[in-house]
């Protein structure tokens, strides 16, 4: 754990400086949409820059609503977080930061399984038939959010995400659901280290509670095509 928080700590090296904004979450929804899927952004980005997701995944999951929300609370520097990031520092390398993320992060999670509820009631749409997949932070967002959903919705992809551990705070208790899970992550990836997807598999299969790996040969921290592609393909298997 301490050698994974050092390798991650250089890319989250940020002074902390929250500031509650107004979360906006933009749509694109098809006539008599039968799924949705929420995409989640990453550290510094918002809703609107993952949407140019949209052209390619509405070619190929029709009848699909796509939902970006934006995280309610603004990055020190640009964009927003789902989380804060630890101060850089010796302190870091230590599981009482990554426990200092996490419940943030699980204070967050609220607002997206509040969306997952207004999603089901505007559109009728069932619970086990909204989806929800993430990039980076987003991964992770994407992960609590499946795992601590009382209601059960479908499938949870995380994207080259930060990975899932269990902390003091944050234990087996809180996990009340069991989504089909995929998690994708690039052997050349740069800013989340490979073995971050091996560490949220391990917590996961600890948790008996089965997911499928991807590793993408060559891919950085993004989503390329290949990423796309299996991403897709998850989401269609029935």
Known sequence: MRRFVA?????????????????????????NPEKALIIIHGYGQSGEKMQWMTDKLKKE??????????APDKAPHRGYQWFIIPIFGAEMVNIKMYNRMLNDAVDNVVFLHDLIDEIHKDLQ???????????SQGGLMALLTGLTNPNHIGKVISLSGVPLLLTEDF?????????DILLIQGDNDQV???????????????????????????MDHTINLRAQQKMIEFLRDQ
């Open 7 to 31: 390798q991650l700590v250089f890319i989250f090296a940020f002074i902390v400086n929250i500031n509650i904004a107004t979360a906006k979450t933009l749509s694109y929804i098809p006539e």
């Open 61 to 70: 999951l029709e009848n699909t609503a796509f939902y970006y929300p934006t």
């Open 125 to 135: 749409i069932p619970f086990e038939n909204i989806d929800v997949a993430g990039f």
């Open 171 to 179: 234990g087996e208790n809180m996990i009340v659901s069991e989504p």
């Open 192 to 218: 989340i280290p490979i073995n971050s997807i091996y560490m949220t598999k391990q917590t996961l299969d600890g948790l008996e509670i089965s997911s499928q790996d991807e590793t993408i040969k060559g």
